[in-house]
Nanobody, 123 residues
Framework: QVTLAESGGGSAQAGGSLKLSCAAS????????TGWYRQAPGKERELVSRICSDGTTEYKDSVKGRFTISRDNGKKTIYLQMNSLKTEDTAVYFC?????????????????WGQGTQVTVSS
């Protein structure tokens, strides 16, 4: 069992930056698929970025070049550096992880979720 806890959300101006962190307890993250999802009001939860079990990274097209995902296996922490923020980035951001090593397929669904952290970007 893995427990995930996000931090670092808050408010920023458009063009600004925020860095999200997600600390894991109860197990190593090194071989799992780990990532960030977000859900805006009235919209479905969507994948923002993830690190696959083989170490490759994937990004939603609209955040490519602006967001960077990383992971510190020793600290069991996942990060999401968000630069050049836009108002459309406003959402609740969730970190997530798989139960074990898995393939980053289009149908992949995480097994563990954090409680979410609000990110609000104003113009």
């Amino acid at each position: 069992q893995v427990t995930l806890a996000e931090s670092g959300g808050g408010s920023a101006q458009a063009g600004g930056s925020l860095k999200l962190s997600c600390a894991a307890s109860g197990g190593s993250l090194s071989s799992r698929v780990t990532g960030w999802y977000r859900q805006a009001p009235g919209k479905e939860r969507e994948l923002v970025s993830r690190i696959c079990s083989d170490g490759t990274t994937e990004y939603k097209d609209s955040v490519k070049g602006r967001f960077t995902i990383s992971r510190d296996n020793g600290k069991k922490t996942i990060y999401l550096q968000m630069n050049s923020l836009k108002t459309e980035d406003t959402a609740v951001y969730f970190c997530a992880a798989s139960r074990w090593s898995a393939a980053c397929t289009s149908t992949f669904q995480p097994n563990y979720w954090g409680q979410g952290t609000q990110v609000t970007v104003s113009s």
